[in-house]
């Protein structure tokens, strides 16, 4: 089964306006994590931002949010004034229990433009 | 700077030789390092967990005799594919955690591209 599910394969958005990348899970843990990972043309993995199950804000990060509707199991990721360089991949991942070695499971990914 | 660094960055080697990749932490000992495949257009999937001073742990449907991982230090863990053929063409990525904690200790390297001809 599908353990990170990202349904949108592509979005086009206008710069400078704010965009919502999409990301829902599921696993039976009650300790995890999720991230988002940017991914450009060049292949790198950039982290972007990180949400602990436990943790009770959501996370921020700069231009990045992290919508986390735990009772959903939805996890997106809100970037806010989009530039054109934020034109890329980008994977939501989750790591099941919060110890332990990073393994992650990361989605399909969503190709973002943005536009000028 | 970079935590993580692979090499080569990319290799294009001729079908049934076998191409070494190496993962490198720069500054701290990683006892545990990950192994990616992302082929074109799609995700990263795991393919092995490289430990340090054992054998490593394979996924589900990786071959343990087609891609040999050894993880020989605290800083450096290498993949061969070995007799490589075109299908075994991708992205190859890896992963290093510095310990236990949240997302800033989990670091990536820059990936290596492989293309068989």
């Not at chain 1, 950039?46 to 949400?51: C, K, S």
Request: some cysteine; overall charge neutral; aromatic content about 12%.
């Amino acid at each position: 089964a599908q353990k990170i599910t990202q349904t949108q394969p592509g979005m086009f958005v206008q710069e400078k306006e704010a965009v919502t990348l999409d990301c829902t899970y599921d696993t039976s843990d009650q300790s995890y994590g999720l991230f988002w990972y940017k991914q450009p043309s060049s292949g790198e993995m950039i982290f972007l931002i990180y949400q602990g199950s436990y943790d009770e804000q959501n996370a921020t990060e700069g231009r990045y949010s992290l919508n986390f509707q735990k009772a959903r199991k939805s996890a997106n990721l809100v970037i806010s004034a989009s530039q054109l360089g934020d034109s890329a991949m980008y994977f939501c991942a989750m790591r099941e229990g919060i110890q332990g070695a990073q393994k992650l499971v990361f989605g399909q990914g969503t190709r973002l433009t943005i536009n000028p | 700077g970079a935590v993580v660094s692979q090499h080569p960055s990319w290799v294009i080697c001729k079908s049934g030789t076998s191409v070494k990749i190496e993962c490198r932490s720069l500054d701290f000992q990683a006892t545990t390092m990950f192994w990616y495949r992302q082929f074109p257009k799609q995700s990263l999937m795991l393919m092995a967990t490289s430990n340090e001073g054992s054998k490593a742990t394979y996924e589900q449907g990786v071959e343990k005799d087609k891609f040999l991982i050894n993880h020989a230090s605290l800083t450096l863990s290498t993949l061969t594919v070995t007799s490589a053929h075109p299908e075994d063409s991708s992205f190859y990525i890896c992963s290093a955690t510095k310990g236990t904690g949240r997302a800033g200790e989990l670091f990536f390297g820059e990936g290596s591209r492989l293309t068989v001809l």
